[in-house]
C-alpha cells in the first residue's frame, strides 16, 4: 500500500526522503516520486517500478531542496506508470496520497467542465486540482487546505507542499495512519514510525479527521472542526528493530526463521511458562460471560481466526461466527450485543477488518483487538488490545505474524475455557505446557527439514497447480498452504477440506497434480488417508505432512513425506506452518520472483 514521508528540515531532503522511503518497501508499490522545493520552485522525480529506479534517476538530475515530499505507490486508480506516481503537481501545489477520494469522479467531472484539465488518472489529482483552485480564487494555503478537506470523501493519508511556502508542509489524515516526528529544527511526516525511525523516535499519530501544519520547529494540529489540539507524543519502539535482512536472502526467510523467538516472546505475555497457566490479560472482554463470539479478519489473518475457531469451540465451548472482513458486515449476521468480537489485523490498519470492527461497535459488542502493531488504528479502537508481539514483518507474506497470531488465539481459547469452566485447572497446565514446549520444537523443525522441502521445491517449481488438503485446524492451514504458495511463486493452488475432495476438486487430479496432505496422526487421521487414497487411485502425486505415526501408519506411496515431531494437535498448526511456509519460500526463490514483494500485492491494505 502506498507509502508517504515528508521533511522540512535544515539540510537536503531527496536523499533522507528515499531512505525514508526504503523502510516503507515492505507495504508494497509499484512507481516511487520524490518533490522538494529549489529555489522558490517545486520539482520532482519520479519513477516506474523499484525505488532503485527512483535512485538512478536522482542520480543522473539531483534534487536540491530542504524540504521535500515522497511516495510510494500502489495502483489503485490508473496503471503503475511515471505520470500517474505522485507526487502531483497542479499549479504551485504538489501532494502525495494514501488511500482513495471516494467522490473523485465527480469532482473531476465538475472541474472538467469549469476547464480544468486534468493530467493524470489517479483520484489523487483532484486534491491538487480542488488546492490550485481555491488558491486562484484568493483563498490562503490554510484555508484552501481546509475547503479542500471539505470537499473530498473516502479515506486519505496526505501531504502537501506549496510553492509559495519553502517552510511548511501540510498533512491530513482520515483513514490510512500518518505520523508527525519531532525533530531538531526539522520536523517530519510518515505512514508509520518505522520509516521516521532514522530520523527520530519521538512521534504523534494524527487522529482521522485531524490535518496539520509542520514547520521547522514544531506542529500545529486541527481536528475535524479545525480547532487545535495536542495528540499525545511517543516514544516509539520502531527505532529499536534492525530493518535488514541479517544472513538471509529474504526477509521472509529471515521471519520464518524469527518464529521460535517471536512466539516465545508472545507466549511470555499469556501464559505463566512456569505455573503453566494462562495471565489474566482479556481487559474489558470476559471470556466466562459472553454467550458467543465473532471473529474477523483477512487474508491469512483470518485463516489464523479459522484456526481459532476451532479451539474456542473446543476448549471453551464457545460458539464463534467467523468470516472474512469484506463480507462481514455486509451480511447482516443477527450479533448479540453480549458478545465479543475480534479482530485479527497484523498491520492494525487493514480496510475492511477496520469497517467491521466498527459494524460491531455499533451492535454494542465489545471489541477485542488482535494486533502486531500497537499504534494502529485498530488497536486504537478496540476495548481489549491483544498484542501478538512479532515484531516489524517486512516481507509481504504473513509468516511469524501468522504464527504468533496463532500462540495468542491458542493461549486466549484456553484461558476463556478455564474461566467458563470448560477445561480443568489439570488441562489447562497440560495445554500451556505443550504451548511452552513450541518454540523449541519449531528451533529443532526448522534445523532438520530444510533440505528435504528445497529439494521437493525444485519439482513444485515446475507444476502448474498444486491442491491442498487438511482437515479440523490442518483445513484452514491447507488454505493458508496455498496462499502462501500463490501469493509469492504465482503457482495455481487452492486449500480443501480433505472431506470435500470428492464433491468436486477430485476431477482436477491426474498425474500431473500434486496434492499437499497435512495429516497429523490425530483423531482425524485415518479419514485423511481414506482422502490420500481417493487421490492416489487416480495417479495424483501425494506429498505428504505427517508425523513419525503417521508415516508409519500410511502404506501410500507418496511423491515426498516430509515427517514432523509427534506433538499435541493445540500446536499443530503451529508446527505444520513451518514447511508449509518454506515450501511457498523455496518454490518461489528457485522461479527468481520477487519473494518479499510479490507482484500486485501490498502488506497494508487500506482500501475496502
Ligand atoms: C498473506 C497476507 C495477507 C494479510 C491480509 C491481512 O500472506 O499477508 O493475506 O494477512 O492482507 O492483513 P493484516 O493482517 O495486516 O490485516
Known amino acids: 500500500m502506498c507509502g508517504i514521508v515528508g521533511i522540512v528540515g535544515n539540510q537536503p531532503v531527496a536523499g533522507r526522503l528515499v531512505e525514508a522511503l526504503k523502510r516503507l518497501e515492505y ?31 536522482l542520480a543522473e538530475e539531483p534534487l536540491g531542496g530542504t524540504i521535500g515530499v515522497a511516495h510510494t505507490r500502489w495502483a489503485t486508480h490508473g496503471a503503475p506508470t511515471e505520470a500517474n506516481a505522485h507526487p502531483h503537481f497542479v499549479e504551485g501545489v504538489a501532494v502525495v496520497h494514501n488511500g482513495i477520494i471516494e467522490n473523485f469522479s465527480e469532482i473531476r467531472d465538475e472541474m472538467t467542465a469549469e476547464g480544468a484539465a486534468f493530467t493524470t488518472e489517479t483520484d489523487t489529482e483532484v486534491v491538487a486540482q480542488l488546492l490550485a483552485k481555491y488558491r486562484r480564487e484568493g483563498l490562503g494555503r490554510r484555508e484552501a487546505m481546509h475547503a479542500m478537506l471539505r470537499r473530498v ?19 491530513a489524515r482520515s483513514g490510512p495512519p500518518l505520523a508527525i516526528g519531532y525533530g531538531q529544527g526539522e520536523m517530519f511526516l510518515g505512514s508509520d514510525a518505522i520509516a521516521l525511525a532514522p530520523f527520530t523516535n519521538e512521534i504523534a499519530y494524527l487522529v482521522d479527521g485531524d490535518w496539520a501544519i509542520l514547520g521547522r520547529d514544531g506542529a500545529f494540529i486541527f481536528d475535524n472542526d479545525g480547532n487545535r489540539v495536542e495528540r499525545p507524543r511517543q516514544i516509539s519502539s520502531a527505532a529499536a528493530y534492525l530493518i535488514d535482512k541479517g544472513n538471509h536472502r529474504h526477509f521472509m526467510e529471515k521471519e520464518i526463521h524469527e518464529q521460535p523467538e517471536a512466539i516465545s516472546h508472545a507466549l511470555g505475555h499469556y501464559v505463566d511458562f512456569l505455573r503453566h497457566e494462562v495471565k489474566p490479560v482479556t481487559g474489558e472482554i470476559d471470556f466466562a460471560s459472553v454467550p458467543s463470539l465473532a471473529i474477523s479478519a483477512c487474508g491469512t489473518a483470518y485463516l489464523s481466526g479459522l484456526i481459532g475457531k476451532y479451539w474456542f469451540e473446543r476448549y471453551a465451548r464457545l460458539p464463534v461466527e467467523i468470516d472474512v472482513a469484506s463480507e462481514f458486515r455486509y451480511r447482516e449476521i443477527p450479533l448479540n450485543p453480549a458478545s465479543a468480537a475480534l479482530f485479527i489485523s497484523q498491520s492494525g490498519e487493514t480496510a475492511d477488518t477496520l469497517a467491521s470492527l466498527r459494524y460491531c461497535r455499533e451492535q454494542g459488542l465489545k471489541i477485542g483487538a488482535v494486533v502486531n502493531t500497537r499504534e494502529s488504528t485498530i488497536a486504537r479502537e478496540a476495548d481489549s488490545v491483544f498484542p ?67 529439494q521437493l521445491s525444485r519439482d513444485l517449481s515446475k507444476c502448474r497447480d498444486v491442491l491442498y488438503l487438511g482437515r479440523g485446524t490442518s483445513y484452514p492451514l491447507a488454505m493458508e498452504g496455498a496462499l502462501k504458495l500463490k501469493e509469492i511463486s504465482y503457482i495455481h493452488a487452492e486449500g480443501y477440506a480433505a472431506g470435500e475432495l470428492k464433491h468436486g476438486p477430485i476431477a482436477l487430479i491426474d498425474e500431473n497434480m500434486p496434492v499437499i496432505v497435512i495429516a497429523p496422526h490425530d483423531r482425524f487421521f485415518e479419514k485423511t488417508v481414506s482422502n490420500m487414497q481417493e487421490v492416489a487411485a487416480r495417479g495424483g502425486r501425494i506429498i505428504f505432512m505427517t508425523d513419525e505415526k503417521g508415516a508409519a501408519a500410511s502404506r501410500l506411496e507418496t511423491m515426498a513425506t516430509i515427517v514432523m515431531p509427534t506433538v499435541h494437535e493445540i500446536v499443530a498448526p503451529m508446527i505444520y506452518s513451518l514447511p508449509i511456509q518454506l515450501l511457498a519460500y523455496h518454490t518461489a526463490v528457485f522461479m527468481g520472483t520477487d519473494v518479499d514483494q510479490p507482484r500486485n500485492l501490498a502488506k497494508s491494505v487500506t482500501v475496502e
Open 27 to 57: 507495504r508494497g508499490y509499484d512507481s516511487a516520486g520524490v518533490a522538494t522545493i529549489v529555489d522558490g520552485r517545486l520539482e520532482r522525480r519520479r519513477a516506474e517500478g523499484k525505488l532503485f529506479n527512483l535512485e538512478r534517476r
Open 388 to 454: 501478538i508481539l512479532a515484531g516489524p514483518e517486512i516481507g509481504v507474506a504473513s509468516t511469524k505474524a501468522f504464527t504468533c497470531q496463532l500462540a495468542v488465539l491458542a493461549a486466549l481459547s484456553v484461558g476463556a475455557g478455564r474461566a467458563r469452566g470448560t477445561i480443568s485447572a489439570e488441562e489447562e497446565r497440560e495445554l500451556v505446557r505443550h504451548l511452552c514446549e513450541m518454540p523449541r520444537i519449531m528451533s529443532r523443525v526448522l534445523n532438520t527439514i530444510q533440505p528435504a522441502i528445497e
Open 153 to 171: 470523501t473516502g479515506a486519505y493519508a496526505l501531504a502537501v507542499i506549496f510553492e509559495d511556502d519553502p517552510s511548511t508542509i501540510m498533512a
